[in-house]
Antibody
Framework: EVQLVESGGGLVQPGRSLRLSCAAS????????MHWVRQAPGKGLEWVSG????????GYADSVKGRFTISRDNAKNSLYLQMNSLRAEDTALYYC??????????WGQGTLVTVSS | QSALTQPPSASGSPGQSVTISCTGT?????????VSWYQQHPGKAPKLMIY???KRPSGVPDRFSGSKSGNTASLTVSGLQAEDEADYYC?????????FGTGTKVTVL
């Protein structure tokens, strides 16, 4: 059974940093691209960042480019999102999602990031 | 690039059909057969319902179907059931990055 478990969320002050993790199991992690998608409270889904199976291709939404860094450790079956210079508008539930082809076929339950002073 | 456009809401009675549109441009929806649809119940993670415009993952009822014409993709839910009440999001690639639609709340009357 595919499982994606996010962690690392919490309350953080504007301008500070946070690192999210996603532990994957139930599939061959290094065969698949992985992404982060967020959802602000009461709002829709927003793609944040994605990384190919071998970290050779990485993409970011314009809203986080230059502040967030995605990475993965295939030996640990883990995906990460380093978030720097956090802003109030980064407040959201952050999901990690596995990609099959061009669709997100499995999602974690999310980790909540709240940016507030 | 901005979010794909969906109607905020749609509704139907049990047993009826409801169709949700997802309008983009020739650079995303119209340019690729990479449209997918997601169902999200309150407090839950999204669930993949349709991928590559019209393909259903294993386990998704055949009441759910997808199509595309030009720059607009559509999700149709036939034979509406109470459990279909949820938010639905489309997604498409624009170049190398994916974009989500604005979301549609489906209400079963």
């Amino acid at each position: 059974e595919v499982q994606l478990v996010e962690s690392g969320g919490g309350l953080v002050q504007p301008g500070r940093s946070l690192r999210l993790s996603c532990a994957a199991s139930g599939f061959t992690f290094d065969d698949y691209a992985m992404h982060w998608v967020r959802q602000a409270p009461g709002k829709g889904l927003e793609w944040v960042s994605g990384i190919s199976w071998n970290s050779g291709s990485i993409g970011y939404a314009d809203s986080v480019k230059g502040r967030f860094t995605i990475s993965r450790d295939n030996a640990k079956n883990s995906l990460y999102l380093q978030m720097n210079s956090l802003r109030a508008e980064d407040t959201a539930l952050y999901y990690c999602a596995k990609v099959a082809g061009t669709a997100f076929d499995y999602w974690g339950q999310g980790t909540l990031v709240t940016v507030s002073s | 690039q901005s979010a794909l456009t969906q109607p905020p809401s749609a509704s139907g009675s049990p047993g009826q059909s409801v169709t949700i549109s997802c309008t983009g441009t020739s650079s995303d929806v119209g340019g690729y057969n990479y449209v997918s649809w997601y169902q999200q119940h309150p407090g839950k993670a999204p669930k993949l319902m349709i991928y590559e415009v019209s393909k259903r993952p294993s386990g998704v009822p055949d009441r759910f179907s997808g199509s595309k014409s030009g720059n607009t993709a559509s999700l149709t839910v036939s034979g509406l059931q109470a459990e279909d009440e949820a938010d639905y999001y489309c997604s498409s690639y624009a170049g190398s990055n994916p974009w989500f639609g604005t979301g549609t709340k489906v209400t079963v009357l």
